[in-house]
Each structure stands twice: as C-alpha cells, then as structure tokens.
C-alpha cells in the first residue's frame, strides 16, 4: 500500500497481484482487489476499475466504497455523454450511479451525503 500512497502504480499493482496469489480469504482478496480498481480509477482506466470492483464485491458484498466508486464513474459517463450531446445514453449512466450510490447508502447510511442530496434532486432516490 505504501507503493500506492506514493504513486508507484506500477509497483503497487505488481504487489496487489502477488498478494492475490498469496492469500486465499475472500474477505482479504476483495480488499486487495479493490485496491486494484482504485489504481486503475486513478490512471483513468474506468473499465478495468469496475471489473476489480465487481470482483471485489463478489467476495464481499458489504464494501460501500467499491459502490461509491463505482457510482462515481458511471456519473462520470454520463457527464461525458452529455457533453457529447447524448442524453439518452446520460440517463442511462445516471440511472446506473444512482442505483450504485443506493446500495452504498443502504450499507452506511450516514455516508455519502452529496450522493443522497443528487438522488433527490434527479428524483433517482
């Protein structure tokens, strides 16, 4: 993780990876995978980042963080796709976060306030 902090993506990734072949508890690889998806977050590389978090959340179901992410870069999307002057495939992206972002709150409900506030102001809540 220090590699992490530090910016040495390609370090840390190499790292994560040997820890994915090293452990074995699903509790701990879901962890480890969702430190991957917020390496890849941070390149810029969303697809690859919403596979780890998927595979992170697959191994535990009680990550509110992966949801968050996760819901941040489908908002992200559909920001892009209305800049491309799309807003069907905007709703839909929208739509998508919305339903990332409920099961974020649904596991911390004191978390995510500005999630909380753009369901209720999209009527997505």
Same mark, same amino acid.
Request: proline share 6%; glycine share 6%.
């Given at each position: 993780m220090s590699a992490q902090s530090e910016g040495n993506y390609a370090e840390a990734l190499q790292n994560y990876y040997e820890a994915m072949r090293l452990k074995i508890d699903p509790y701990d690889r879901s962890y480890i995978l969702y430190n991957i998806g917020?390496?890849?977050?941070?390149n810029g590389e969303h697809t690859k980042a919403l596979e780890y978090y998927f595979r992170a959340l697959e191994r535990n179901?009680?990550?509110?963080?992966?949801?968050?992410?996760?819901?941040?870069?489908?908002h992200?999307? /559909?920001?892009?796709?209305?800049?491309? /002057?799309?807003s069907e495939i905007a709703e839909a992206w929208f739509d998508q976060a919305a339903e990332y972002w409920k099961q974020a709150i649904a596991l911390t409900p004191s978390n995510y306030i500005e999630?909380?506030?753009?369901?209720k102001i999209t009527g997505r809540s």
């Open positions: 917020l390496i890849h977050t941070s179901p009680f990550l509110p963080q992966a949801f968050n992410n996760m819901a941040v870069i489908c992200y999307r /559909g920001e892009q796709a209305i800049r491309q /002057g799309d999630a909380q506030n753009w369901l």
